[in-house]
């Protein structure tokens, strides 16, 4: 049995990976702590564990195996080295931290003490990913020309039953967050993005602030290719209709997921159908139209929503098993190092009002 630690409930994720943990038939959950001691407290009364006032003396305790880290992003870099020095193995919720000088710092302490370490980048290992991943590797849509990835919600607006919005209010700290709107919900199409291009240049950002929080609740980001592909990724808390949206444009086709298809709407109205039942049936659909498919491919688009295969393990569990086995998430490790110096470059981006090249970044 594997004997976690709870490290801060400061995330709004951060029950979500404790419901893994305690449903995880190989781990356990045994203490907790928290740079908030109130809200800590409350938390383990509820689990019935142990907290501890102090984050050293929870590291020393020999009866714990691994941390779960959901702490201000801030705090990331020291959290996380302090845990790999006390032999604890890490799982944490992305970025990993704001700067790629701080992922150097924690990823050398890992990689001398040994422990295992994981980050939550749960779209790499959904099936319509595995399913698009597949299509760009074989070439069906020729050389990449364009990718778009969006993520938007609601939880910066406004309401009469939620003043502040849903989002919690430490969500808009630039000291605590390291950003807003980009370096939270936009790190799923950014490392989408990065997945399907490989890594650019250079990258410009464009922040907005719709709600007058410090940090951008609207955010886009241009990713420049040395050969003339772009990437573009979009992210917000300022919209309450916005799915999931990657669009995938080459010299031979283009692919298109989670964007209500025109057609079909047009389709639906014909057939007295509410817009509720089209989003239901529309959002989750993939479309491809290529030259590579031969001409009946290239007439018209092709639905390919019924090839989507089974996610994959999600990244808790493939930690679990790093464990066990004594593996290392290369992979994982690699996209969440990544994922930072596009986060930063973009920061970067908006403060100097220019591109940012990834070489330009500080080792």
Same mark, same amino acid.
């Given at each position: 049995?594997?004997?976690?630690?709870?490290?801060?409930?400061?995330?709004?994720?951060?029950?979500?990976?404790?419901?893994?943990?305690?449903?995880?038939?190989?781990?356990?959950?045994?203490?907790?702590?928290?740079?908030?001691?109130?809200?800590?407290?409350?938390?383990?009364?509820?689990?019935?564990?142990?907290?501890?006032?102090?984050?050293?003396?929870?590291?020393?305790?020999?009866?714990?195996?691994?941390?779960?880290?959901?702490?201000?992003?801030?705090?990331?870099?020291?959290?996380?080295?302090?845990?790999?020095?006390?032999?604890?193995?890490?799982?944490?919720?992305?970025?990993?931290?704001?700067? !790629?000088?701080?992922?150097?710092?924690? &990823?050398?302490?890992?990689?001398?003490?040994?422990?295992?370490?994981?980050?939550?980048?749960?779209?790499?290992?959904?099936?319509?990913?595995?399913?698009?991943?597949?299509?760009?590797?074989?070439?069906?849509?020729?050389?990449?020309?364009?990718?778009?990835?969006?993520?938007?919600?609601?939880? =910066?607006?406004?309401?009469?039953?939620?003043?502040?919005?849903?989002?919690?209010?430490?969500?808009?700290?630039?000291?605590?967050?390291?950003?807003? =709107?980009?370096?939270?919900?936009?790190?799923?199409?950014?490392?989408?993005?990065?997945?399907?291009?490989?890594?650019?240049?250079?990258?410009?950002?464009?922040?907005?602030?719709?709600?007058?929080?410090?940090?951008?609740?609207?955010?886009?980001?241009? !990713?420049?290719?040395?050969?003339?592909?772009?990437?573009?990724?979009?992210?917000?808390?300022?919209?309450?209709?916005?799915?999931?949206?990657?669009?995938?444009?080459?010299?031979?086709?283009?692919?298109?997921?989670?964007?209500?298809?025109?057609?079909?709407?047009?389709?639906?109205?014909?057939?007295?159908?509410?817009?509720?039942?089209?989003?239901?049936?529309?959002?989750?659909?993939?479309?491809?139209?290529?030259?590579?498919?031969?001409?009946?491919?290239?007439?018209?688009?092709?639905?390919?929503?019924?090839?989507?295969?089974?996610?994959?393990?999600?990244?808790?569990?493939?930690?679990?098993?790093?464990?066990?086995?004594?593996?290392?998430?290369?992979?994982?490790?690699?996209?969440?190092?990544?994922?930072?110096?596009?986060?930063? =470059?973009?920061? &970067?981006?908006?403060?100097?009002?220019?591109?940012?090249?990834?070489?330009?970044?500080?080792?």
């Amino acid at each position: 049995m594997i004997r976690v630690a709870m490290i801060s409930f400061w995330h709004v994720h951060a029950h979500d990976y404790m419901r893994q943990a305690l449903e995880n038939p190989a781990t356990e959950i045994v203490a907790a702590w928290d740079e908030n001691p109130q809200r800590g407290r409350a938390e383990a009364t509820a689990l019935g564990v142990h907290f501890y006032e102090s984050l050293d003396e929870l590291l020393k305790q020999p009866d714990i195996d691994a941390v779960i880290i959901d702490t201000p992003t801030s705090i990331h870099r020291d959290v996380m080295v302090a845990a790999a020095r006390a032999g604890k193995h890490i799982f944490t919720e992305k970025v990993l931290a704001t700067t !790629l000088h701080e992922c150097h710092e924690i &990823l050398a302490a890992v990689e001398k003490s040994g422990v295992k370490l994981a980050v939550s980048l749960p779209r790499l290992y959904h099936g319509y990913t595995l399913a698009i991943q597949q299509i760009v590797e074989q070439k069906v849509l020729g050389e990449l020309t364009l990718v778009r990835t969006r993520l938007s919600h609601n939880g =910066a607006l406004r309401s009469p039953d939620r003043p502040n919005g849903w989002l919690p209010a430490h969500f808009y700290s630039l000291e605590q967050c390291g950003g807003g =709107a980009l370096i939270d919900l936009g790190c799923h199409p950014m490392y989408l993005a990065r997945l399907f291009l490989g890594l650019p240049e250079s990258v410009s950002a464009y922040y907005g602030y719709m709600t007058g929080r410090e940090v951008e609740d609207n955010a886009v980001a241009v !990713l420049q290719y040395p050969q003339g592909a772009l990437g573009i990724v979009e992210a917000g808390f300022v919209n309450h209709f916005s799915p999931l949206t990657i669009e995938i444009h080459g010299t031979e086709g283009s692919l298109f997921y989670g964007t209500p298809c025109v057609a079909d709407r047009l389709s639906e109205a014909r057939h007295g159908s509410g817009v509720g039942d089209l989003n239901s049936k529309t959002e989750h659909r993939l479309l491809i139209r290529s030259t590579a498919l031969g001409e009946e491919g290239s007439r018209q688009w092709n639905d390919r929503t019924n090839r989507i295969p089974p996610d994959k393990p999600m990244a808790f569990q493939q930690w679990v098993t790093h464990i066990q086995e004594g593996t290392t998430a290369d992979e994982n490790i690699q996209m969440a190092l990544e994922l930072t110096m596009l986060m930063e =470059a973009a920061n &970067l981006s908006v403060q100097k009002k220019t591109a940012v090249k990834l070489t330009e970044l500080s080792i």
